[in-house]
């Protein structure tokens, strides 16, 4: 059973960076697509970002239309991660950000949430104005 725990959120000003980082274990993820979700208070689930593994396009990215040129979605595979790294943050993007991945070889809708097989417990991203 993939377990994956983020880590990196915190609390930075509107226009700074951070990087957040998801770590699989249990069993290796260089296979599955990966994918970053966000959820602010009141607000639905939101995808993010999303990199394909192994075996399909591999390593090909995609992004919710709110970060497109803000963040990028790099994974180390040798270190069972992939990473989300933020720039040019605004108030908007806070929210808590939960890390997804699928089953093996899996090819579907990487933006839909019920692509995803294992999810992480989420942590929290607070961008100040």
């Known amino acids: 059973q993939v377990q994956l725990v983020e880590s990196g959120g915190g609390l930075v000003q509107a226009g700074g960076s951070l990087r957040l980082t998801c770590t699989a274990s249990g069993g290796a993820v260089s296979a599955a697509t990966m994918g970053w979700f966000r959820q602010a208070p009141g607000k639905e689930r939101e995808f993010v970002a999303a990199?394909?593994?192994?075996?399909?396009?591999?390593?090909?990215?995609y992004y919710g239309d709110s970060v497109k040129g803000r963040f990028t979605i790099p994974r180390d595979n040798l270190k069972n991660t992939v990473y989300l790294q933020m720039s040019s943050l605004k108030p908007e993007d806070t929210a808590v950000y939960y890390c997804?991945?699928?089953?093996?070889?899996?090819?579907?809708?990487?933006?839909?949430?019920?692509?995803?097989?294992?999810w992480g417990q989420g942590t929290q991203v607070t961008v100040s104005s």
């Open positions: 997804a991945a699928t089953a093996d070889y899996s090819v579907g809708p990487v933006g839909s949430e019920r692509f995803y097989n294992y």
């Open positions: 990199i394909t593994g192994s075996g399909r396009s591999t390593g090909r990215t």
